[in-house]
């Protein structure tokens, strides 16, 4: 099979490609609003019919919630998987788009032409980068080059309700050799990209309740206990003066960095001034005597999130509120166990309490622990060199700080290791207005499959 061919062919189908995107990112698949059920079925409905004039064996799987899309073709070598959703994050504020999200269209930057439109990032424009690479293959060879079974998730901006029992169910067709996923960024523009480790993720919340009822700050202001002073202490209490965070027992299951990938971070060509100002910040603000990287990558965090009480409307109230709330976040690394991490935070806020206070915490518990790649495969290697030939620059082993669940599932539920590339840039502003996907990353994402696809099937 010839891949210089293929390469070939991706260049001189990049308009039609451009344009089977943009009829998918037309199709307003928000998963977490009911009102856009039907536009999620047409957004499978389209990845269906659009896999079968591939002569894929595709269909739509009904599910709980939003649909699954599964294809396959059968042939010779690996069987790969490869994972992406089709479903979006809402619009709002609508008012800050420029441009209609729904309405895609290619626009001129001072760093070159975007596809601007709510998906064109996360996760249509990557999701179809490995679509249109199978399709040059298929056009060229008249087969794909392996075993590929392609699987399409609707509801991953929404939770994910109806993914864990799917795979439970369909195990067995989906276990394949690796996982491939593209849903992640590059750590620099250019700089192609393999996510070695994902952080996990804790979400919890509490209430600090006082007295019985809101009390006027005259009649009871000193000698009654304030639910907002309390909360507010409990949580400057989380962290010491070098961000450290001071939970007892937090970094249990907590792991240096290999010497030989802070190498590749150090020489990723990440540049720590533009990514902390392109967002207000002068300096990085979190656990001393690491690096941003260090710090967004390999290292813990527990982030208040929201903080609350009390009057909220114009003017002024005088009260003191009977309760307070608080939401938090925290990431995990290495082997940290969520439900352990739980009962040590919660612990920190119970042990904190004063007299007269009492705190009651949500029941709606989520927690996934940290994915940690398997890069000792060959197929990582592999990748990193077909990667380094498309952008003629190192590829390099990267963190992610976010939490992209599926690879965990994709372990655990069906013992497949996985292997995340992605072609997005931070400025992407995914989940925000004015989403959008260079084209140069949609261009070279595509020819950066075909040469992974080929490099795999040897």
Request: glycine letters at 8%.
């Amino acid at each position: 099979m010839s891949l210089d061919q293929v390469l070939s062919r991706i260049d001189t189908d990049l308009d039609a490609a451009i344009d089977r995107l943009m009829t998918l990112l037309r199709i307003e698949s928000i998963s977490t609003d009911p009102a856009y059920k039907a536009e999620c079925d047409k957004a499978a409905d389209w990845l269906v019919a659009d896999l079968q004039s591939m002569g894929v064996d595709a269909q739509k799987r009904v599910t709980p919630g939003h649909p699954m899309v599964v294809g396959h073709v059968r042939g010779d070598g690996p069987h790969l998987l490869f994972y992406g959703h089709y479903d979006v994050q809402p619009v709002d504020p609508l008012n800050l788009w420029k441009t209609p999200p729904f309405d895609p269209r290619i626009e001129d930057t001072p760093n070159g032409k975007v596809i601007r439109g709510r998906g064109s990032s996360d996760d249509k424009g990557q999701l179809m980068t490995f679509v249109e690479a199978c399709r040059a293959w298929t056009a060229v060879n008249g087969t794909l080059p392996c075993s590929i079974t392609f699987f399409f998730e609707g509801e991953e901006e929404s939770g994910s309700p109806s993914l864990i029992p799917f795979m439970k169910d369909n195990a067995e067709e989906l276990t394949s050799d690796i996982a491939l996923i593209c849903d992640t960024s590059m750590v620099s523009p250019g700089v192609p990209s393999i996510a070695s480790q994902l952080r996990g993720m804790l979400k919890d919340e509490f209430t600090i309740h006082g007295p019985r009822i809101d009390l006027h700050s005259g009649h009871y202001g000193g000698p009654g206990l304030n639910p907002l002073k309390e909360i507010a202490r409990i949580v400057a209490s989380f962290h010491d003066d070098t961000g450290r965070v001071a939970v007892e027992g937090f970094y249990d299951g907590v792991h240096e960095v290999p010497a030989e990938i802070l190498r590749q971070w150090e020489n990723s060509g990440f540049d720590e001034a533009t990514y902390l100002n392109s967002v207000g910040y002068s300096r990085p603000h979190g656990e001393a005597g690491y690096s941003t990287l260090e710090q967004q990558w390999s290292r813990p965090t527990l982030e208040v999130n929201g903080l609350w009480g009390g009057y909220q409307g114009a003017g002024s109230k005088t009260v003191i509120p009977a309760e307070a709330h608080c939401k938090i976040t925290c990431r995990l690394v290495g082997d940290m166990d969520p439900d352990d991490l739980r009962v040590k935070v919660r612990k920190h806020v119970e042990d904190r309490l004063s007299p007269d206070a009492r705190v009651t915490w949500d029941n709606d518990l989520e927690g996934a622990p940290a994915s940690v790649m398997n890069t000792d495969r060959p197929e990582f290697e592999l990748a990193r060199q077909a990667l380094s030939d498309e952008w003629n620059r190192e590829a390099v082993l990267v963190g992610m700080g976010g939490s992209i669940p599926i690879a965990g599932y994709f372990k655990t539920i069906l013992g497949m290791d996985a292997m995340l590339i992605g072609f997005a840039n931070d400025d992407d502003a995914i989940h925000s207005p004015n989403e959008k996907y260079d084209v140069q990353s949609f261009h070279k994402g595509i020819r950066s499959w075909a040469r992974v696809l080929d490099a795999l099937s040897r």
